[in-house]
């Protein structure tokens, strides 16, 4: 594991020692935690839904709900709305169809055994 020598103000080290007791309460290693989650948000910051995602997921919750779609339903499809990197999953199976890089299962196959099969020949 590396270590990373950090060094700020004493007033910034106490509201982090603020943060640790609260989240953390005394565990050992309790700074660490939180330097790191901390750090894991600058390399890799969390999703932001824009304006545009968030009003269309808007206009279809309400237009589930209307039309009497189960709560289950609506979520996941939310889910998947908001889910950017199934998003670019669906974009780049599309474009795998185009350029003719997809593979059915044969008329008459179980789709599991083709599966198992492919899964060999990788």
């Given at each position: 594991?590396a270590?990373?020598l950090?060094?700020?103000?004493?007033?910034?080290?106490?509201?982090?020692?603020r943060?640790?007791?609260?989240?953390?309460g005394?565990?050992r290693?309790?700074l660490s935690?939180?330097?790191?989650?901390?750090?894991?948000?600058?390399v890799?910051?969390?999703?932001e839904i824009?304006?545009?995602s968030?009003l269309?997921?808007?206009?279809?919750?309400?237009?589930?709900?209307?039309?009497?779609?189960p709560?289950d339903?609506i979520l996941?499809?939310?889910?998947?709305?908001l889910?950017?990197e199934f998003e670019?999953?669906?974009?780049?199976g599309?474009e795998?169809?185009?350029?003719?890089?997809?593979?059915?299962?044969p008329k008459?196959?179980?789709?599991?055994?083709?599966?198992r099969e492919l899964?060999?020949q990788?």
């Amino acid at each position: 594991m590396a270590q990373i020598l950090v060094r700020v103000d004493e007033d910034l080290a106490k509201e982090v020692r603020r943060i640790v007791k609260e989240k953390y309460g005394g565990r050992r290693g309790a700074l660490s935690f939180v330097v790191e989650e901390a750090l894991r948000e600058v390399v890799s910051p969390p999703a932001e839904i824009s304006a545009s995602s968030l009003l269309e997921v808007i206009d279809y919750v309400s237009r589930a709900s209307k039309e009497g779609q189960p709560k289950d339903q609506i979520l996941t499809n939310v889910f998947l709305m908001l889910d950017r990197e199934f998003e670019q999953s669906i974009i780049a199976g599309v474009e795998d169809v185009d350029k003719g890089r997809i593979r059915e299962v044969p008329k008459g196959h179980d789709a599991v055994e083709f599966l198992r099969e492919l899964a060999k020949q990788a």
